[in-house]
């Protein structure tokens, strides 16, 4: 394997340490899957196999005051921002014992006190709010940054120009990390998107973009710690594109009938972003066993504990509503 | 007759509609090469094309501001939203522009635009995936709106809406879109905009509902069996309401049960309740009575049961009504 030259920053123990959160969110994403088949759990999941480098690099740059708001593809960037894989799984499960109480699910997951303003079933749903927080953070002056997560489909809808044109207009320290996977359920880019490179949305607000190969979370962790300090800084909002693969249906129990049926195949053999980490570390065959023995005991232990949870009670569905 | 599924239904009527009228397309996202994330429109794009079945980005005001445009230069567009609760985004230009035009033109603008998305729960979806906003459509005036509750109206409604000069939105119980087959009338099938339909006839209890809650009071009405003759009218279209047809029933049995799964406040129950205050109380003989979703977001699955309305309430409600 040729040696890749590092940019520096990353260290050998860093990067160890990414290949194991990429490796916990793969799987925690297989086992949904599995789970969904067995029909333990209930639908509309959308797992983000293939685009753990994504959520890992940008949530690992982040500090811990940081906050960001997610996508309906959530599980991975709520386990990266620090939510524990069982109240993860409990959620799936819709048990009391979950991120969002059970209340949730899949595309609503909250977890306040990480600093993860949510999931969002509704698509650019997310990226007005954070530049809400990213305001609330200049005001204040706090030295935090507020981070949206969102995909290429959503560059498409309203929100995301109202909040890009508003994040510049104010000069907030937000980050608009974009997850570019060339899909939206069965509509491809070249369908929905009248420009190759989306980093261009941003010359329209006149703010600054980077693009990124999604699969390298190393250059995905320096692109994104890059723009967090610009936007810390106070130097404005970041558009981050990240070039990445969906490696696997829209939605659990997607047929993909509107997919070349060869190129999952292909994309699984040389675009995995664990594949590629992992062919860049000097690991041995027993440090990846050891690895993938604990995490995998993680997640067995998250089906345990989400299957052991409490149901919730009907009538305290009618609480909360109102304060 | 062909017996088809509720969503089977709907695209045998768009095969229809196209091949009838070459001014009706549909427009909506991965409606196209993936045929409709329930399937609705599928073999649409193959068998007309990619202009009368267009695959468009993830934007539903554009989606909507488009079709108002088409309208104005002859179009009759069929616009898809995925589910009942990403037609909100869409709900600025259906308020702001669509329901409005014919009325700023003073007749002048012809407004042919149907909307249709699946709509309520019971699915074991998350939130925002199990909406019944019926209220808001209704609410908007310079607007019609139908739910069908069977697959021979899925069919019939739907040709009626395109058809129609003016913009009505259809809500489909995506809960029956595969679990309810019925017969469907091949060919032209058109079931009239303000029409309801005696789905049971009965003379002691009218049991009142639209959509998935329809199957539901027949549940009930079964289970209420030997104790009372119970009516059951499937409202069909919600605007123009068929009053007739409702003061009609109350004026037969004197009691009214009204069932909808929407939250419950202002849901179209209470409309139905105002209308029967208004031009039924003196053949009432008790209070009209209302079975309905609660004030709550739509909950998760576990507890989802508990938040629609089930065959026992109907059925309490109807005891309770049957004691005047
Ligand atoms: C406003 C809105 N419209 C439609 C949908 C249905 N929907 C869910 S995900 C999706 C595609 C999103 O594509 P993208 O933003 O690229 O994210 P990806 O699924 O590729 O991660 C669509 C159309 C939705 N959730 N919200
Ligand atoms: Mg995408």
């Known amino acids: 394997m040729a040696q890749v030259e590092r940019k520096g920053a990353v260290s050998e123990e860093l990067l160890r340490e990414f290949y194991r959160e990429m490796l916990l969110i793969r799987r925690f994403e297989e086992k949904v899957e599995e789970r969904f088949r067995a029909g333990e759990l209930p639908g509309f999941l959308h797992v983000a196999i293939g685009q753990e480098a994504v959520a890992v690099g940008v949530c690992r740059a982040l500090q811990d005051d940081d906050v960001i708001a997610s996508t309906h593809r959530a599980h991975g960037h709520t386990l990266a921002k620090g939510t524990h894989p069982n109240e993860l799984m409990a959620e799936l499960y819709g048990k009391v014992e979950g991120c969002s109480k059970g209340y949730g699910g899949s595309m609503h997951l909250y977890d306040v006190e990480r600093g993860n303003l949510g999931a969002n079933a509704v698509v650019g749903g997310g990226l007005p709010g954070i530049v809400g927080a990213a305001l609330a953070f200049k005001f204040r002056d706090e030295p935090r940054v507020a981070v949206a997560f969102f995909g290429d489909g959503a560059t498409n809808i309203g929100t995301f120009h109202e909040a890009l044109n508003l994040a510049q207009l104010w000069l907030v320290p937000a980050v608009f990390v974009c997850e570019n996977n060339g899909w939206a359920e069965s509509t491809p880019a070249h369908q929905q998107l009248p420009i190759d490179d989306l980093s261009k949305r941003a010359e329209a607000y006149g703010m600054k973009a980077r693009r990124v190969g999604g699969q390298d979370v190393e250059e995905v962790f320096a692109a994104a710690s890059e723009a967090l300090e610009h936007a810390r800084g106070g130097d404005g909002p970041v558009l981050l594109v990240c070039d990445t693969f969906r490696l696997t249906g829209h939605y659990v129990g997607d047929p993909q009938v509107y997919r070349p049926r060869d190129e999952l195949a292909r994309l699984r053999e040389t675009e995995d972003p664990i594949e590629k980490l992992s062919a860049r570390l000097d690991l041995t065959d027993e440090d990846v066993q050891e690895i993938e023995a604990e995490v995998v005991e993680i997640v067995e232990g998250s089906v345990e504990f989400a299957k052991a949870g409490t149901d919730p009670q009907p009538e305290d569905a009618l609480k909360n509503v109102y304060a | ?324």
């Not at chain 2, 079945?53 to 488009?66: K, N, S």
């Not at chain 2, 309810?180 to 099938?189: F, I, N, Q, S, T």
């Open chain 2, 1 to 324: 007759m062909a017996e088809l599924t509720l969503v089977e239904a709907i695209n045998s009527c768009f095969h229809h509609e196209l091949q009838r009228d070459d001014s009706v397309m549909v427009m909506g996202e991965d409606v196209g090469r993936a045929g409709g994330v329930f399937r609705a429109t599928a073999g649409l794009r193959d068998r007309f094309g990619p202009d009368r079945c267009v695959d468009t980005p993830l934007a539903e005001a554009g989606i909507l501001g488009t079709a108002v445009g088409l309208c104005m230069a002859g179009w009759r567009p069929v616009c898809e939203l995925q589910y009942d609760a990403f037609s909100y985004p869409a709900l600025d230009q259906l308020i702001t522009h669509v329901g409005r035009y014919r009325w700023r033109t003073r007749g002048g603008m012809e407004f042919p635009i149907t909307i249709r998305m699946p709509y309520g729960g019971g699915v074991r979806a998350p939130e925002l995936h199990d909406d019944s906003p019926e209220t808001y459509y209704v609410h908007t005036p310079g607007v019609k709106v139908a739910i069908p509750s069977t697959p021979s109206d899925a069919k019939g409604l739907l040709a009626a809406a395109i058809r129609d000069p003016d913009p009505v939105v259809v809500f489909e119980p995506k809960l029956h879109y595969r679990t309810m087959r019925g017969e469907v009338p091949e060919g032209d099938h058109v079931v009239p905009l303000g029409k309801a339909r005696v789905a049971r006839m009965g003379s002691d209890l009218t049991l009142v509902a639209y959509g998935s809650m329809v199957p539901l009071v027949e549940r009930a009405a079964d289970a209420l069996g030997g104790d009372a003759s119970v009516e059951v009218l499937d409202v069909r279209t919600l605007k123009p309401l068929d009053e007739q047809a409702l003061l009609a029933s109350a004026a037969k049995t004197g009691r009214v049960v009204i069932v909808q799964e929407a939250p419950r406040t202002c849901g179209y129950a209470a409309e139905l309740a105002a209308i029967l205050a208004e031009k039924a109380i003196l053949d009432l003989r008790g209070p009209v009575l209302r079975v309905t979703g609660y004030d709550v977001p739509y909950p998760y699955w576990q507890i989802e049961d508990a938040y629609m309305p089930s065959v026992e309430r109907v059925v309490d409600a109807a005891r309770k009504l049957l004691q005047y």
